[in-house]
């Protein structure tokens, strides 16, 4: 679908700037997919181009803000109505001690069910300027269907403060997520800056996981197995709530395979059966593990969870000449203590009839800060010290 015009008259953005317009279309793939990439970090994977055109193909294509100059793409952002029976998408939950609107309409920006959530844009001199076009636009579509205000969840610290900068979002932690910096020596050397208990627990959960006949295999899913893979994912995921069940995770295989999207698939195999698989991706220098899913009728204390989404990837990326693990929001403690560092992840806020109590906010930052502290302490990232 062409995408169709915002405000047709551009704005100029300076004596030397180009003007720029804005347009709204339905479905990444209006837009070049190099084009997109362009604007796309190694660690924001979930609103890359290949990514967002599964989640289309899967569950219908969403809409697609993007900011141009004669030059091509400046800025991109997919809008979606959020999740409300969903927790990690649920406002009223995640700001419950700050008041504002949240049982009302959102206009959410980022990739859908995303949780780790950067805008696509460029660097330079043009970007505060794309930034802004952008928000501005968000915050018009969000006044005209009567929704309450726009929301950007689970940003990075600094690139919901940039928002913040910009355009004057209010930034409210909410999650965090772990993070891996992977040595060229893979696992051993991250193990050589542990302590001997540390280490002896973790050679420990490796050594029970072979006990019990498990077989390390990488490659990608053959498609006779892949339902089964859909099976075990649906199956962990159930455990923390999810009711969407292997035909919806087989759908969305079947949606990545169509776009060209192919995770990397970690599997332990007993005899020839898969009884734990991890799903991975890799984008640039990262490597950002997914899906998770496995047997739960083999009750074996074998560590299975963290050699497939620890261990293992770690001296993959290591072989790989990958910099970084990505982890994601679940787990932090279990992944800090196996050498994962925690950052704060906020959301960016833009309310379109008032604006939210600044020392409602500063409360719930520092105190959702201090939390971590207590529990996460040493393992925390730098960007924490923003609150603490």
Known sequence: MRACLLQPRAEAIGETDEALTVSLGRGVTAIDEHEWDALVSDQNFYNSHAWLAGLDRARG??????????AGLLAACPLWSGERDDGLFELGA????????????????????????????????????????????????????????????????????ELADVCGASVLLHSAEANIEVPADGLAGLMAGWNKHHRFEVRAEIAAFARCDNRVEWGVIDPSE?????????????????????SWMQRMLEA??????????????????????????????????????????????????????????????????????????????????????????????????????????HRHNRRFAERHRRELGAHLGPAWQAFL
């Open 256 to 361: 990545q395979r169509h776009v060209g999207l192919s995770p990397i698939a970690v599997v332990a195999r007993r005899d020839r059966c898969i009884v734990a698989l991890c799903l991975l991706y890799r984008f640039g220098r990262a490597l950002h593990a997914r899906y998770y899913g496995c047997d739960y009728s083999l009750d074996d204390r074998d560590f299975r969870y963290f050699v497939l989404t620890c261990y293992e990837p770690i001296d993959y990326a290591a072989r790989e000449g990958l910099g970084e693990l990505r982890l994601s929001t679940s787990a932090l403690h279990a992944k800090a203590s196996r050498g994962a560092r925690i950052e704060p992840l906020a959301a960016a806020v833009l309310l379109s009839d008032r604006s939210l109590d600044s020392i409602a906010m």
């Open 226 to 246: 892949q339902m089964r893979a859909a099976e075990l994912i649906a199956c962990n995921r159930a455990r923390y709530g999810s009711t969407q069940g292997a």
């Open 94 to 161: 995640l700001f419950n001690d700050v008041r504002g609107p949240w049982t009302r309409g959102f206009v959410w920006g980022g990739g859908r069910r995303s949780t780790h959530n950067q805008v696509p844009c460029v660097s330079g001199r043009r970007r505060a300027q794309a930034l802004s076009r952008l928000l501005q636009a968000m915050a018009d579509i969000a006044r005209e269907r009567g929704a309450a205000g726009v929301v950007l969840p689970y940003m990075p610290l600094t690139a919901a403060r």
């Open 61 to 70: 294509a969403c809409e697609v803000l993007a900011v141009w100059s004669s």
